[in-house]
């Protein structure tokens, strides 16, 4: 794997090749990672396993044209090579009216902060294992639980770096760490399955593994005695690992692509009142030691904080420099870059803005009702925001969690569902997508 300053100079390196073999504009991108894991099951060395890669990628344009093509190969001759099919493939391409660099003028030239993305504590492979068999054995250790799927632990590292050729150049490195477990509970036909999981850039900011293992077999315990219900209109109560999907909806919905292809249920609100007033959700790129943390876009435009609904109000569109030209718009930052090929459309670190009651009284007035700790399937249609998904949780009765129910769906549409989400006060900062316990009112149910 290459330095950040490595990677740098390898991405204008291309840049230059690929200028000097006749494109009129070019970017690169190189990211590299390299990761190692362990996973135990029933205290016994199930995996050990090691991965790394390393990838470039270089887009070239020649007049309107574009085309990108990737690599795995970094050394002399194969740059060459690929900077001469580049362009051989963009000269026979389709012109595109949109297509090009981002704005020069807007270009993020730096200094860039200190985002504190890289742990330099590396945990050794004994330390992983040991960690691993400490999750095991405490979520193993809860009555009640009778197997185990195993639990691992893992450490890795990656760079990323942005050229281009007209005069952007910057990279950084982030690390990752990662502890969870999944185990069964129950015997014979009343067996249900759990997990938990935490990821974070530094080891630190971790919880004790015994407290991840402890968490995952509660969860399963929890779930044994599953029944079922009738359906009907009640209010559903979305638990934080399944109320940020509700908000990852919103991302695909306000991404300049959806609405330059006109299949967004949010197209022409702009401005609008979408969810209830007070609510705010934020997009925080340069969140310290942040999972989406990032010091540019994928295109070398600045990024900032920026709230992506403002008392309750949208306030615009995801936009890349494509879908900026193609709508008549300004790009916002949010351009990504996954290996090669033409920028995508990405958010940061995405949080909705905490309410004012504990989850125990946003479900106090809740007769009869349903928490939801797992959504099952797609059944979202992004044109018309329609809402149909399985489901897995509890009963809520009386203002109390109640017996384990699954084999139910939740449905509505998510215009109705987003003006009615309701948040707690329970936020925490672990996910990319960050929520607290989510009361959706009016939702239809539908069980056995």
């Not at 250790?141 to 952007?168: I, M, P």
């Not at 077999?217 to 559903?236: D, F, S």
């Not at 908000?247 to 299949?263: F, M």
């Not at 969690?401 to 215009?415: K, M, R, S, W």
């Amino acid at each position: 794997m290459l330095s950040v300053e490595e990677a740098k100079d390898r991405a204008m390196d291309l840049v230059a090749r690929a200028t000097r073999a006749g494109a009129d504009a070019a970017d690169v991108v190189y990211g590299s990672s390299s990761s190692e894991g362990i996973q135990m099951r029933l205290g016994q060395l199930e995996d050990v396993e090691r991965s790394e890669s390393e990838h470039i990628g270089l887009r070239v344009f020649a007049g309107s044209r574009s085309a990108s093509i990737g690599s795995s190969d970094l050394s002399v001759e194969a740059l060459d090579e690929l900077a001469a099919r580049a362009i051989d493939m963009a000269r026979a391409a389709p012109e595109d009216a949109y297509a090009g660099l981002a704005p020069q003028e807007l270009l993020s030239l730096g200094p860039w902060p200190d985002l504190d993305l890289v742990d330099a504590d590396e945990p050794s492979p004994a330390q992983l294992r040991a960690m691993a068999e400490e999750t095991e054995d405490a979520a193993r250790s809860v009555a009640g639980v009778s197997n185990s799927d195993g639990a691992s632990a893992a450490a890795g590292q990656g760079v990323f770096a942005l050229a281009t050729s007209h005069g952007f150049c910057g990279g950084y490195g982030s690390t990752s760490r990662t502890v969870g477990a999944s185990v069964l509970a129950g015997e014979g036909a009343d067996k249900q399955r759990d997990s938990a999981w935490r990821s974070a850039r530094h080891g630190a900011d971790l919880p004790p593994p015994a407290e991840i293992g402890r968490l995952a077999g509660e969860r399963a315990v929890a779930r044994l005695g599953t029944g079922k219900m009738k359906g009907g209109a009640l209010p559903v109560v979305f638990d934080p690992r399944a109320g940020g999907s509700l908000i990852g909806h919103l991302l695909g919905a306000i991404a300049g692509s959806a609405i330059a292809r006109r299949s967004s249920f949010l197209l022409g609100r702009d401005g609008e009142q979408v969810f209830a007033p007070g609510i705010a959700i934020i997009d925080e790129p340069h969140r310290q030691r942040g999972m989406r943390s990032r010091l540019f876009d994928g295109e070398g435009l600045p990024v900032a904080s920026r709230h992506l609904v403002e008392d309750g109000r949208l306030t615009g569109w995801l936009l890349d420099s494509a879908t900026a030209r193609q709508l008549g718009l300004a790009p916002t930052g949010h351009a990504a870059r996954h290996g090669g090929g033409a920028p995508g459309v990405s958010a940061s670190n995405v949080h909705l803005q905490a309410g004012p009651l504990s989850p125990a009284e946003l479900m106090a007035d809740i007769r009869d009702g349903i928490y939801v700790t797992e959504l099952i399937g797609q059944g979202v249609n992004g044109v018309t925001g329609d809402y149909s998904r399985g489901a897995t949780g509890f009963r809520i009765v009386n203002g109390e969690i109640a017996g384990p129910i699954a084999e139910f769906t939740v449905a509505g549409n998510l215009l109705a569902m987003f003006a009615e989400i309701t948040p707690a006060n329970d936020l925490e900062w672990h996910r990319a997508l960050n929520v607290p316990t989510l009361r959706v009112d009016g939702m239809t149910v539908a069980g056995d």
